[in-house]
Protein backbone atom coordinates (compact mmCIF):
# COMPACT_ATOMS: atom_id res chain seq x y z
CA UNK A 1 0.00 0.00 0.00
CA UNK A 2 1.50 3.33 -1.08
CA UNK A 3 -0.09 6.39 0.50
CA UNK A 4 -0.22 9.42 -1.83
CA UNK A 5 -2.30 12.78 -1.52
CA UNK A 6 -6.32 12.09 -2.62
CA UNK A 7 -6.82 14.64 -5.43
CA UNK A 8 -10.15 13.46 -6.31
CA UNK A 9 -12.68 11.47 -5.00
CA UNK A 10 -13.63 7.71 -5.75
CA UNK A 11 -12.39 3.90 -6.00
CA UNK A 12 -10.79 2.77 -9.36
CA UNK A 13 -9.70 -0.85 -9.88
CA UNK A 14 -8.26 -1.28 -13.23
CA UNK A 15 -4.74 -1.57 -15.34
CA UNK A 16 -1.48 0.21 -15.51
CA UNK A 17 -0.39 2.48 -18.57
CA UNK A 18 2.54 3.85 -17.36
CA UNK A 19 3.41 7.15 -19.27
CA UNK A 20 6.81 7.54 -19.98
CA UNK A 21 7.97 10.91 -21.29
CA UNK A 22 10.23 10.92 -24.33
CA UNK A 23 13.16 12.43 -23.49
CA UNK A 24 14.64 14.73 -26.20
CA UNK A 25 18.68 15.29 -25.54
CA UNK A 26 19.55 19.02 -25.30
CA UNK A 27 23.35 19.31 -26.02
CA UNK A 28 25.01 22.40 -25.67
CA UNK A 29 26.07 22.93 -29.14
CA UNK A 30 26.67 26.28 -30.54
CA UNK A 31 24.40 27.61 -32.99
CA UNK A 32 25.60 27.70 -36.28
CA UNK A 33 23.59 30.26 -38.17
CA UNK A 34 21.95 31.96 -35.72
CA UNK A 35 19.32 33.38 -38.00
CA UNK A 36 18.46 29.41 -38.45
CA UNK A 37 18.08 28.66 -35.70
CA UNK A 38 15.72 32.01 -34.57
CA UNK A 39 13.54 30.79 -37.32
CA UNK A 40 13.62 26.94 -35.85
CA UNK A 41 12.23 28.60 -32.53
CA UNK A 42 9.72 30.58 -34.16
CA UNK A 43 8.34 27.48 -36.44
CA UNK A 44 8.10 25.73 -33.19
CA UNK A 45 6.73 28.08 -31.56
CA UNK A 46 4.16 28.62 -34.00
CA UNK A 47 3.30 24.66 -34.09
CA UNK A 48 3.00 24.67 -30.35
CA UNK A 49 0.13 27.41 -30.92
CA UNK A 50 -1.51 25.67 -33.38
CA UNK A 51 -1.35 22.51 -31.29
CA UNK A 52 -2.62 23.85 -28.14
CA UNK A 53 -5.48 25.82 -29.82
CA UNK A 54 -6.87 22.87 -30.92
CA UNK A 55 -6.74 21.42 -27.68
CA UNK A 56 -8.31 24.03 -26.04
CA UNK A 57 -11.52 23.14 -27.82
CA UNK A 58 -11.40 19.85 -27.64
CA UNK A 59 -11.18 20.78 -23.43
CA UNK A 60 -13.92 23.40 -23.99
CA UNK A 61 -16.12 20.77 -25.57
CA UNK A 62 -15.73 18.14 -23.23
CA UNK A 63 -15.77 20.08 -19.99
CA UNK A 64 -16.52 23.71 -20.42
CA UNK A 65 -15.18 27.28 -20.51
CA UNK A 66 -13.63 27.47 -17.97
CA UNK A 67 -11.60 24.47 -17.84
CA UNK A 68 -10.06 25.69 -21.02
CA UNK A 69 -8.70 28.78 -19.54
CA UNK A 70 -5.67 27.10 -18.82
CA UNK A 71 -4.95 26.57 -22.39
CA UNK A 72 -5.92 30.33 -22.94
CA UNK A 73 -2.56 31.18 -20.49
CA UNK A 74 -0.97 28.69 -22.76
CA UNK A 75 -1.55 30.75 -25.31
CA UNK A 76 -0.92 33.86 -24.03
CA UNK A 77 2.70 32.58 -22.75
CA UNK A 78 3.77 31.53 -26.14
CA UNK A 79 2.68 35.45 -27.51
CA UNK A 80 4.53 36.84 -24.35
CA UNK A 81 7.22 38.66 -25.77
CA UNK A 82 9.42 38.47 -22.08
CA UNK A 83 8.87 34.80 -22.49
CA UNK A 84 9.56 33.50 -26.07
CA UNK A 85 11.55 36.82 -26.56
CA UNK A 86 14.13 35.85 -24.17
CA UNK A 87 14.45 32.52 -26.08
CA UNK A 88 15.17 34.67 -29.32
CA UNK A 89 17.95 37.10 -27.42
CA UNK A 90 19.51 33.71 -25.71
CA UNK A 91 20.27 32.54 -29.79
CA UNK A 92 21.34 35.65 -30.63
CA UNK A 93 23.46 36.48 -27.62
CA UNK A 94 24.96 33.50 -26.77
CA UNK A 95 24.71 31.33 -29.85
CA UNK A 96 22.40 28.90 -28.06
CA UNK A 97 20.84 26.14 -30.25
CA UNK A 98 17.31 27.02 -30.03
CA UNK A 99 16.29 23.65 -27.82
CA UNK A 100 18.73 24.80 -25.70
CA UNK A 101 17.74 28.25 -25.41
CA UNK A 102 14.41 27.16 -24.75
CA UNK A 103 15.55 24.54 -21.45
CA UNK A 104 17.50 28.02 -20.06
CA UNK A 105 14.63 30.11 -20.10
CA UNK A 106 12.03 27.63 -19.41
CA UNK A 107 14.16 27.05 -16.02
CA UNK A 108 14.72 30.30 -15.26
CA UNK A 109 11.01 31.03 -15.55
CA UNK A 110 10.41 27.72 -13.26
CA UNK A 111 13.18 29.02 -10.84
CA UNK A 112 11.18 32.20 -10.20
CA UNK A 113 7.66 30.78 -9.96
CA UNK A 114 8.71 27.57 -7.72
CA UNK A 115 10.11 30.15 -5.24
CA UNK A 116 7.42 32.11 -4.67
CA UNK A 117 5.27 32.46 -1.44
CA UNK A 118 1.99 31.60 -2.78
CA UNK A 119 1.41 28.05 -3.74
CA UNK A 120 -1.34 28.81 -6.53
CA UNK A 121 1.58 30.89 -8.61
CA UNK A 122 4.01 27.86 -7.37
CA UNK A 123 2.11 25.21 -9.18
CA UNK A 124 2.14 27.46 -12.28
CA UNK A 125 5.35 26.46 -13.15
CA UNK A 126 4.16 23.27 -14.49
CA UNK A 127 2.39 25.29 -16.88
CA UNK A 128 5.78 26.80 -18.24
CA UNK A 129 7.45 23.63 -18.08
CA UNK A 130 4.45 22.38 -20.44
CA UNK A 131 4.63 25.09 -22.76
CA UNK A 132 8.40 24.84 -23.06
CA UNK A 133 8.46 21.33 -23.31
CA UNK A 134 6.11 21.41 -26.30
CA UNK A 135 8.30 23.84 -28.19
CA UNK A 136 11.12 21.41 -27.78
CA UNK A 137 9.50 18.51 -28.75
CA UNK A 138 8.79 20.84 -32.29
CA UNK A 139 12.40 21.86 -32.57
CA UNK A 140 13.13 17.70 -32.05
CA UNK A 141 10.06 16.87 -34.00
CA UNK A 142 8.75 14.51 -31.65
CA UNK A 143 5.47 14.29 -30.45
CA UNK A 144 4.54 15.76 -27.26
CA UNK A 145 2.37 13.89 -24.48
CA UNK A 146 -0.42 11.67 -26.52
CA UNK A 147 -1.83 8.58 -25.14
CA UNK A 148 -1.69 5.11 -27.05
CA UNK A 149 -4.24 3.71 -24.83
CA UNK A 150 -6.53 1.20 -26.78
CA UNK A 151 -7.96 -0.38 -22.75
CA UNK A 152 -10.91 0.01 -20.72
CA UNK A 153 -10.37 0.68 -16.96
CA UNK A 154 -6.64 1.98 -17.69
CA UNK A 155 -5.18 3.86 -14.51
CA UNK A 156 -2.50 5.96 -15.73
CA UNK A 157 0.56 6.47 -13.75
CA UNK A 158 3.17 9.29 -14.15
CA UNK A 159 5.75 11.42 -12.96
CA UNK A 160 3.68 14.42 -13.75
CA UNK A 161 0.34 15.08 -15.49
CA UNK A 162 0.45 18.67 -17.43
CA UNK A 163 -3.11 20.25 -17.73
CA UNK A 164 -2.66 18.98 -21.71
CA UNK A 165 -2.04 15.73 -21.14
CA UNK A 166 -5.08 15.53 -19.14
CA UNK A 167 -7.27 16.93 -21.32
CA UNK A 168 -6.04 14.17 -23.85
CA UNK A 169 -7.55 11.62 -21.19
CA UNK A 170 -10.08 9.75 -22.92
CA UNK A 171 -12.64 9.25 -20.24
CA UNK A 172 -14.04 5.94 -21.55
CA UNK A 173 -10.90 4.46 -21.12
CA UNK A 174 -8.91 6.02 -18.14
CA UNK A 175 -10.91 5.93 -14.96
CA UNK A 176 -8.14 7.56 -13.04
CA UNK A 177 -4.28 8.37 -12.94
CA UNK A 178 -1.50 8.78 -10.38
CA UNK A 179 1.23 10.74 -10.62
CA UNK A 180 4.78 11.17 -8.30
CA UNK A 181 4.02 14.47 -8.19
CA UNK A 182 1.46 17.22 -7.18
CA UNK A 183 -0.71 18.44 -4.65
CA UNK A 184 -4.60 19.78 -4.59
CA UNK A 185 -4.06 23.20 -6.26
CA UNK A 186 -2.06 21.28 -9.04
CA UNK A 187 -4.26 21.76 -12.61
CA UNK A 188 -4.42 18.29 -13.35
CA UNK A 189 -5.91 17.70 -9.59
CA UNK A 190 -8.29 20.40 -10.82
CA UNK A 191 -9.26 18.57 -13.95
CA UNK A 192 -9.43 15.13 -11.83
CA UNK A 193 -12.10 17.20 -9.99
CA UNK A 194 -14.08 18.02 -13.30
CA UNK A 195 -13.74 14.95 -15.11
CA UNK A 196 -14.84 13.19 -11.42
CA UNK A 197 -12.68 10.43 -11.71
CA UNK A 198 -10.47 9.91 -8.96
CA UNK A 199 -6.73 10.44 -8.35
CA UNK A 200 -3.89 10.38 -5.95
CA UNK A 201 -1.23 12.58 -6.22
CA UNK A 202 2.29 13.22 -4.77
CA UNK A 203 3.53 9.77 -4.26
CA UNK A 204 6.93 10.48 -5.02
CA UNK A 205 8.28 7.67 -6.94
CA UNK A 206 5.24 5.32 -8.45
CA UNK A 207 6.57 5.85 -11.91
CA UNK A 208 9.54 3.64 -10.21
CA UNK A 209 7.52 0.94 -8.55
CA UNK A 210 4.76 0.20 -11.64
CA UNK A 211 5.14 -1.10 -14.72
CA UNK A 212 2.47 -1.53 -18.14
CA UNK A 213 -0.37 -3.89 -17.54
CA UNK A 214 0.16 -4.53 -13.55
CA UNK A 215 -3.32 -4.24 -11.74
CA UNK A 216 -3.75 -1.56 -9.31
CA UNK A 217 -6.70 -0.38 -6.95
CA UNK A 218 -7.09 3.58 -6.46
CA UNK A 219 -8.63 4.78 -3.66
CA UNK A 220 -8.82 8.65 -3.69
CA UNK A 221 -10.66 8.93 -0.61
CA UNK A 222 -8.07 7.75 1.70
CA UNK A 223 -5.42 8.90 -1.10
CA UNK A 224 -4.36 5.22 -1.65
CA UNK A 225 -2.88 2.87 -3.73
CA UNK A 226 -2.50 -1.07 -3.51
CA UNK A 227 -0.44 -2.56 -6.59
CA UNK A 228 -1.34 -5.79 -7.81
CA UNK A 229 -4.26 -6.67 -4.61
CA UNK A 230 -4.79 -10.24 -4.06
CA UNK A 231 -8.77 -11.12 -4.43
CA UNK A 232 -10.40 -10.55 -1.43
CA UNK A 233 -8.88 -6.80 -1.38
CA UNK A 234 -10.10 -6.44 -4.74
CA UNK A 235 -13.60 -7.54 -4.30
CA UNK A 236 -13.74 -5.66 -0.59
CA UNK A 237 -12.83 -3.02 -2.76
CA UNK A 238 -15.57 -3.62 -5.41
CA UNK A 239 -17.84 -3.57 -2.20
CA UNK A 240 -16.49 -0.16 -1.77
CA UNK A 241 -17.16 1.52 -4.90
CA UNK A 242 -20.21 0.04 -5.39
CA UNK A 243 -21.45 1.68 -2.41
CA UNK A 244 -19.85 4.61 -2.72
CA UNK A 245 -21.58 4.86 -6.26
CA UNK A 246 -24.65 4.25 -4.80
CA UNK A 247 -24.50 6.95 -2.35
CA UNK A 248 -23.41 9.99 -4.61
CA UNK A 249 -26.01 9.06 -7.45
CA UNK A 250 -28.37 8.99 -4.91
CA UNK A 251 -27.51 12.48 -3.51
CA UNK A 252 -27.19 13.66 -6.81
CA UNK A 253 -31.28 13.62 -6.86
CA UNK A 254 -31.06 16.07 -3.56
CA UNK A 255 -29.63 18.89 -6.06
CA UNK A 256 -32.75 21.02 -6.92
CA UNK A 257 -34.27 19.83 -3.55
CA UNK A 258 -35.25 22.29 -1.33
CA UNK A 259 -34.25 21.04 2.31
CA UNK A 260 -37.04 21.22 4.69
CA UNK A 261 -36.94 19.08 8.25
CA UNK A 262 -39.50 16.56 8.92
CA UNK A 263 -41.37 19.21 11.06
CA UNK A 264 -41.69 20.98 7.75
CA UNK A 265 -39.19 23.76 8.89
CA UNK A 266 -37.14 25.17 5.55
CA UNK A 267 -33.50 24.83 5.87
CA UNK A 268 -30.99 26.97 3.58
CA UNK A 269 -28.25 24.41 2.90
CA UNK A 270 -25.76 27.63 1.67
CA UNK A 271 -21.75 27.05 0.71
CA UNK A 272 -18.53 29.65 2.03
CA UNK A 273 -16.29 30.72 -0.64
CA UNK A 274 -13.08 32.30 -0.85
CA UNK A 275 -12.80 33.29 -4.53
CA UNK A 276 -15.41 34.94 -6.72
CA UNK A 277 -15.34 31.43 -9.05
CA UNK A 278 -16.18 29.40 -6.54
CA UNK A 279 -19.92 30.49 -6.92
CA UNK A 280 -20.11 27.50 -9.40
CA UNK A 281 -19.13 24.64 -7.70
CA UNK A 282 -21.82 26.23 -4.85
CA UNK A 283 -24.21 25.87 -7.45
CA UNK A 284 -23.40 22.80 -9.20
CA UNK A 285 -23.98 21.28 -5.77
CA UNK A 286 -27.35 22.61 -5.22
CA UNK A 287 -26.43 25.68 -2.50
CA UNK A 288 -29.20 27.77 -1.88
CA UNK A 289 -27.01 30.56 -1.30
CA UNK A 290 -23.51 32.33 -0.12
CA UNK A 291 -23.12 31.63 3.74
CA UNK A 292 -19.70 32.99 3.85
CA UNK A 293 -17.50 34.78 1.49
CA UNK A 294 -13.99 35.24 3.35
CA UNK A 295 -13.13 38.42 1.20
CA UNK A 296 -9.44 38.57 2.59
CA UNK A 297 -8.63 36.10 -0.41
CA UNK A 298 -9.70 39.10 -2.23
CA UNK A 299 -6.49 41.09 -0.42
CA UNK A 300 -3.97 38.31 -0.27
CA UNK A 301 -1.59 37.05 -3.23
CA UNK A 302 -0.85 40.65 -4.33
CA UNK A 303 0.91 43.57 -3.35
CA UNK A 304 -1.28 45.98 -2.89
CA UNK A 305 -5.13 46.68 -1.49
CA UNK A 306 -7.46 45.50 -4.15
CA UNK A 307 -9.26 48.92 -5.10
CA UNK A 308 -12.64 49.43 -4.74
CA UNK A 309 -13.34 48.89 -8.86
CA UNK A 310 -11.96 45.13 -8.48
CA UNK A 311 -14.14 44.72 -5.54
CA UNK A 312 -17.05 45.70 -6.71
CA UNK A 313 -16.68 43.55 -9.19
CA UNK A 314 -16.05 40.85 -7.49
CA UNK A 315 -18.80 41.27 -5.77
CA UNK A 316 -20.90 42.56 -8.36
CA UNK A 317 -19.93 39.05 -10.15
CA UNK A 318 -21.07 36.68 -7.28
CA UNK A 319 -24.23 38.56 -6.87
CA UNK A 320 -25.19 38.51 -10.75
CA UNK A 321 -24.27 34.71 -10.58
CA UNK A 322 -26.67 34.31 -7.46
CA UNK A 323 -29.48 35.08 -8.98
CA UNK A 324 -31.99 36.29 -6.26
CA UNK A 325 -30.73 33.63 -3.91
CA UNK A 326 -28.77 35.28 -0.61
CA UNK A 327 -25.64 36.33 -0.46
CA UNK A 328 -23.53 36.92 2.71
CA UNK A 329 -20.45 39.29 2.03
CA UNK A 330 -17.60 39.24 5.08
CA UNK A 331 -16.02 41.98 5.40
CA UNK A 332 -12.17 42.01 6.19
CA UNK A 333 -11.08 39.19 8.60
CA UNK A 334 -7.49 39.54 8.50
CA UNK A 335 -4.86 39.45 11.44
CA UNK A 336 -4.16 35.77 13.52
CA UNK A 337 -3.56 33.53 10.85
CA UNK A 338 -4.41 35.97 8.13
CA UNK A 339 -1.70 38.33 7.30
CA UNK A 340 -1.14 40.93 4.39
CA UNK A 341 2.41 41.21 2.74
CA UNK A 342 1.66 44.88 2.30
CA UNK A 343 0.21 45.38 5.34
CA UNK A 344 2.51 45.73 7.91
CA UNK A 345 1.09 44.22 11.28
CA UNK A 346 2.37 44.56 15.18
CA UNK A 347 4.02 41.79 16.41
CA UNK A 348 1.48 40.49 19.24
CA UNK A 349 1.96 37.47 21.96
CA UNK A 350 -1.80 36.61 20.72
CA UNK A 351 -2.57 37.32 17.24
CA UNK A 352 -6.06 35.64 17.74
CA UNK A 353 -6.76 37.89 20.06
CA UNK A 354 -5.27 40.98 18.83
CA UNK A 355 -5.70 43.15 16.31
CA UNK A 356 -6.90 42.04 13.98
CA UNK A 357 -11.36 41.85 11.85
CA UNK A 358 -13.20 44.64 12.70
CA UNK A 359 -10.82 45.88 15.44
CA UNK A 360 -8.40 46.38 12.79
CA UNK A 361 -10.84 48.17 10.04
CA UNK A 362 -12.25 50.63 12.75
CA UNK A 363 -8.84 51.87 13.71
CA UNK A 364 -7.83 51.64 9.91
CA UNK A 365 -11.14 53.11 8.28
CA UNK A 366 -9.74 54.44 5.05
CA UNK A 367 -9.25 50.66 4.07
CA UNK A 368 -12.39 49.54 5.42
CA UNK A 369 -14.38 52.17 3.39
CA UNK A 370 -12.78 51.19 0.18
CA UNK A 371 -14.62 47.89 0.68
CA UNK A 372 -17.68 48.92 2.15
CA UNK A 373 -18.20 51.63 -0.63
CA UNK A 374 -17.96 48.66 -3.47
CA UNK A 375 -19.78 46.47 -1.24
CA UNK A 376 -22.55 49.34 -1.77
CA UNK A 377 -22.26 49.82 -5.19
CA UNK A 378 -22.47 46.36 -5.73
CA UNK A 379 -25.58 45.98 -4.01
CA UNK A 380 -27.76 46.54 -6.51
CA UNK A 381 -27.37 43.47 -8.51
CA UNK A 382 -28.31 40.79 -6.05
CA UNK A 383 -29.57 39.93 -2.91
CA UNK A 384 -26.89 40.90 -0.52
CA UNK A 385 -26.10 40.49 3.08
CA UNK A 386 -23.09 41.78 4.97
CA UNK A 387 -21.88 40.78 8.32
CA UNK A 388 -18.74 41.86 10.17
CA UNK A 389 -16.19 39.13 11.76
CA UNK A 390 -15.14 39.34 15.63
CA UNK A 391 -17.43 41.66 16.95
CA UNK A 392 -17.83 41.38 20.89
CA UNK A 393 -20.05 44.13 21.73
CA UNK A 394 -22.69 46.62 20.59
CA UNK A 395 -20.31 49.52 20.29
CA UNK A 396 -18.19 47.93 17.80
CA UNK A 397 -21.18 47.04 15.43
CA UNK A 398 -22.24 50.65 15.58
CA UNK A 399 -19.55 52.38 15.12
CA UNK A 400 -19.07 49.83 11.55
CA UNK A 401 -22.67 50.94 10.50
CA UNK A 402 -21.93 54.87 11.28
CA UNK A 403 -18.72 54.37 8.52
CA UNK A 404 -21.50 52.56 6.14
CA UNK A 405 -23.83 55.69 7.14
CA UNK A 406 -20.98 57.73 6.01
CA UNK A 407 -20.45 55.87 2.57
CA UNK A 408 -23.76 55.92 2.14
CA UNK A 409 -23.81 59.99 2.09
CA UNK A 410 -20.48 59.98 0.12
CA UNK A 411 -21.73 57.46 -3.00
CA UNK A 412 -25.34 59.48 -3.05
CA UNK A 413 -23.75 62.71 -3.31
CA UNK A 414 -21.91 60.76 -5.90
CA UNK A 415 -25.08 60.47 -7.55
CA UNK A 416 -23.63 56.44 -7.27
CA UNK A 417 -26.50 53.43 -6.10
CA UNK A 418 -27.04 51.11 -3.72
CA UNK A 419 -29.93 48.84 -2.45
CA UNK A 420 -31.69 49.98 0.62
CA UNK A 421 -32.22 46.15 1.20
CA UNK A 422 -28.70 45.18 2.16
CA UNK A 423 -29.07 42.90 6.00
CA UNK A 424 -26.17 43.76 8.24
CA UNK A 425 -25.38 40.98 10.61
CA UNK A 426 -22.75 39.80 12.22
CA UNK A 427 -20.58 36.81 13.05
CA UNK A 428 -20.74 35.46 17.00
CA UNK A 429 -17.45 33.98 17.17
CA UNK A 430 -15.87 35.56 20.47
CA UNK A 431 -18.45 34.13 23.67
CA UNK A 432 -19.24 37.49 24.91
CA UNK A 433 -21.03 37.80 22.01
CA UNK A 434 -23.16 34.50 22.19
CA UNK A 435 -24.09 35.52 25.87
CA UNK A 436 -24.92 38.66 24.84
CA UNK A 437 -27.06 37.76 22.01
CA UNK A 438 -30.37 38.96 23.04
CA UNK A 439 -29.20 41.94 23.16
CA UNK A 440 -27.51 41.93 20.41
CA UNK A 441 -29.83 40.74 17.88
CA UNK A 442 -32.71 43.89 18.98
CA UNK A 443 -30.06 45.97 16.49
CA UNK A 444 -28.53 43.52 14.01
CA UNK A 445 -30.53 41.79 11.12
CA UNK A 446 -29.09 38.01 11.21
CA UNK A 447 -26.37 36.91 13.20
CA UNK A 448 -23.81 33.51 11.59
CA UNK A 449 -22.09 31.40 14.03
CA UNK A 450 -18.22 31.44 13.53
CA UNK A 451 -17.73 28.01 15.07
CA UNK A 452 -14.28 27.98 14.14
CA UNK A 453 -13.14 30.84 16.36
CA UNK A 454 -15.95 30.41 18.90
CA UNK A 455 -14.60 26.94 19.98
CA UNK A 456 -10.95 28.10 20.45
CA UNK A 457 -12.06 31.41 22.67
CA UNK A 458 -14.66 29.00 24.47
CA UNK A 459 -12.00 26.46 25.34
CA UNK A 460 -9.13 28.41 25.25
CA UNK A 461 -8.17 25.43 22.83
CA UNK A 462 -5.89 27.09 19.56
CA UNK A 463 -7.31 26.28 16.68
CA UNK A 464 -3.78 26.05 14.87
CA UNK A 465 -1.97 23.84 17.74
CA UNK A 466 -2.31 20.08 17.24
CA UNK A 467 -0.84 19.80 20.81
CA UNK A 468 -4.54 20.90 22.18
CA UNK A 469 -6.21 19.41 19.24
CA UNK A 470 -7.68 17.06 21.81
CA UNK A 471 -9.89 20.01 23.52
CA UNK A 472 -10.86 21.79 21.02
CA UNK A 473 -14.18 19.96 20.88
CA UNK A 474 -17.60 20.94 18.75
CA UNK A 475 -19.90 18.99 20.69
CA UNK A 476 -18.59 20.57 24.04
CA UNK A 477 -21.62 21.19 26.26
CA UNK A 478 -19.97 24.51 26.72
CA UNK A 479 -20.08 25.52 23.11
CA UNK A 480 -23.44 24.21 22.50
CA UNK A 481 -24.98 26.24 25.11
CA UNK A 482 -23.48 28.77 23.61
CA UNK A 483 -24.50 28.35 20.21
CA UNK A 484 -27.78 27.38 21.28
CA UNK A 485 -28.12 30.87 23.38
CA UNK A 486 -27.00 32.87 19.96
CA UNK A 487 -30.01 30.88 18.05
CA UNK A 488 -32.71 31.91 20.74
CA UNK A 489 -31.37 35.26 21.23
CA UNK A 490 -31.95 35.72 17.45
CA UNK A 491 -35.58 34.35 17.40
CA UNK A 492 -36.67 36.20 20.38
CA UNK A 493 -36.19 39.90 18.23
CA UNK A 494 -37.72 37.85 15.22
CA UNK A 495 -34.20 37.37 13.56
CA UNK A 496 -32.87 34.53 11.64
CA UNK A 497 -29.34 32.51 12.73
CA UNK A 498 -27.09 30.92 10.71
CA UNK A 499 -23.90 29.08 11.03
CA UNK A 500 -20.66 29.18 8.72
CA UNK A 501 -17.97 27.68 10.48
CA UNK A 502 -16.82 23.98 9.61
CA UNK A 503 -19.45 22.47 12.13
CA UNK A 504 -22.64 23.60 10.16
CA UNK A 505 -21.09 20.55 7.40
CA UNK A 506 -20.30 17.95 10.38
CA UNK A 507 -23.10 15.62 9.75
CA UNK A 508 -22.88 14.44 13.37
CA UNK A 509 -23.44 17.99 14.96
CA UNK A 510 -26.18 18.80 12.47
CA UNK A 511 -29.33 16.87 14.35
CA UNK A 512 -28.48 18.80 17.68
CA UNK A 513 -28.22 22.34 15.80
CA UNK A 514 -31.43 21.79 14.41
CA UNK A 515 -32.86 21.48 17.75
CA UNK A 516 -31.66 24.18 18.93
CA UNK A 517 -33.61 25.49 15.54
CA UNK A 518 -30.87 26.99 13.42
CA UNK A 519 -32.08 28.76 10.11
CA UNK A 520 -29.00 28.41 7.81
CA UNK A 521 -26.02 26.15 7.49
CA UNK A 522 -23.20 27.14 4.91
CA UNK A 523 -20.10 24.97 4.52
CA UNK A 524 -17.77 23.80 1.36
CA UNK A 525 -19.57 23.28 -1.63
CA UNK A 526 -18.63 19.37 -1.23
CA UNK A 527 -20.63 19.07 1.78
CA UNK A 528 -23.88 20.00 0.98
CA UNK A 529 -25.16 17.76 -0.34
CA UNK A 530 -24.34 15.04 2.40
CA UNK A 531 -25.86 17.95 5.00
CA UNK A 532 -29.24 18.66 2.69
CA UNK A 533 -29.95 14.24 3.31
CA UNK A 534 -29.08 14.77 7.27
CA UNK A 535 -31.08 17.88 7.49
CA UNK A 536 -33.83 15.81 5.41
CA UNK A 537 -33.49 13.05 7.79
CA UNK A 538 -34.41 14.75 10.63
C1 LIG B 1 -15.25 30.89 11.91
O1 LIG B 1 -14.49 31.43 12.70
O2 LIG B 1 -16.00 29.94 12.20
C2 LIG B 1 -15.31 31.32 10.52
C3 LIG B 1 -16.22 30.87 9.70
O3 LIG B 1 -14.38 32.19 10.09
P1 LIG B 1 -12.85 31.84 9.80
O4 LIG B 1 -12.70 30.36 9.76
O5 LIG B 1 -12.55 32.52 8.50
O6 LIG B 1 -12.16 32.46 10.97
MG1 LIG C 1 -13.57 33.34 12.37
Redesign the pocket.
Same mark, same amino acid.
Given at each position: MIKGIAASKGYAIGTIYLHEEVEVKITAELAKDVTEEKGKLQKAVEKSKAQIAKIKEKTIETMGEEKAEVFEAHLTLLDDPEFTGAMDLEIENNSSNAMKAVDDVMNTFVTIFESMDDEYMRERAADIKDVSKRIIANIAGTSVGGFDIEEENTIVVAHDLTPSDTAQLDRSKVIAFLTNIGGRTSHSAIMARTLEIPAVVGLKDITTQVKTGDKVIVDGIEGIVILNPDEATVASYLEKKKGYEAEREELKKLIEVKTTTSAGKRIEVCG #?IGKPEDVEQVLANGGDGIG +?F?TEFLYMDRDDMPTEEEQYKAYKYVLEKMGEKPVVIRTL?IG?DKKLSYLPMPEEMNPFLGYRAIRLCLDRPEIFKVQLRGLLRASVYGNLKVMF?MISSLEEYNKAMDIVEECKKELKAEGKNYSEEIEWGI?V?IPAAAVNADELAKHVDFFS??? #?? +?IQYTLAADRMSEKVSYLYNPMHPAVLKLIKMTIEGAHSQGKWCGM???MAGDEEAIPALLEYGLDEFSMSATSILPAKKKILEF
Open positions: #N +LRDGPMEIGT #ND +LCGE
